[in-house]
Structure formats: C-alpha cells, structure tokens
C-alpha cells in the first residue's frame, strides 16, 4: 500500500509538472506576443514622430526664409526711401467727384489720375516700418497655421 501511494504521488508530481511547464510555456508565448505588439506600436510612434519633427522642421525652414526675405525687401525698400530713390505718393480725390475711380487713366502710368502727392520720407519710412511689422505677423500667423496642421495629421 506504501508503494501504491508513493507511485500514485510520483504519478501525479509527473502530471502536474507536465502541466506547469505546459502552462509557462504558454505565458512565455502571450509575455512575447505582448512584447512584440508593444515594440511594433513605439516603432509606430517613433516614426511618426520622426516624420512630424521632419515636417516641422521643413515648416519652420519655409517660414525662416519668408521671414528673413521680407525683412530683405523690407531692408532695400527702406534703403531706397532713404536715398530718394524710390518716393511713395498717394492718390488724391478730387471732392468735387463722387465717384473713387477717374473715368481717364494718363497714358504715361499705372495710376489713375494726375494728382498725387509725395510723403514726407519719415512718414513713408513710418509706413514701411508698419507695413514690416504687419507682414512679419502674417508670416507668424502662417507658421502658427502649418504647425497646427501638422500636429492634427
């Protein structure tokens, strides 16, 4: 009877050792499942973060150079009212008139109209000054825009 049970019990050790090895071979193979889904998705994350630090890199390189191109236009403007070179004028309107638009254009300009008046350079100078500071804004306000995009893609 001695023997039977202690067989019996070696038996049973047996199964039961066959079972757990059995059941930590299958937590092995659902722990590397889980691994391997876990990687894929911070590859997936990684590369699209890798591709939103490209775009926005490209972005802010688009938006450097329209930035550092108006200040250059800005810059040869400014230089060009200073010299006398380039003088801004405005349209005047005859009062007398009710309609904004001449009915006969010169044939000499552009502009409608024969009579205009030049600004004082310091206040064409304040102009441009203006003018600079407006398209520097929207230069901002569309980098603003591009980067908001980007983040929503």
């Not at 930035?67 to 060009?80: C, E, G, K």
């Not at 009710?98 to 206040?123: E, F, I, M």
Request: charged fraction near 25%; hydrophobic fraction near 40%.
């Amino acid at each position: 009877m001695l023997i039977t049970v202690v067989s019996v019990w070696k038996v049973q050790d047996w199964r039961y050792g066959m079972r757990l090895a059995e059941q930590a071979g299958l937590h092995q193979d659902d722990l590397a499942e889980i691994s391997n889904a876990a990687a894929t998705q911070a590859r997936a994350a990684q590369d699209k973060r890798l591709a939103l630090e490209q775009q926005l890199a490209t972005s802010d390189q688009t938006h450097h150079k329209e930035l550092t191109d108006a200040q250059t236009n800005q810059a040869r403007l400014r230089d060009r009212l200073a010299t006398s070179d380039l003088r801004l004028s405005v349209l005047l309107e005859d009062p007398a008139s009710c309609s904004p638009v001449p009915a006969a254009s010169g044939a000499g300009g552009v502009v409608h109209g024969a009579r205009r008046a030049q600004l004082d350079p310091a206040h064409a100078q304040r102009i441009i000054s203006i003018t600079d500071d407006g398209d520097r804004g929207l230069i901002a306000l569309k980098a603003c825009q591009a980067y908001i995009r980007a983040l929503d893609q």
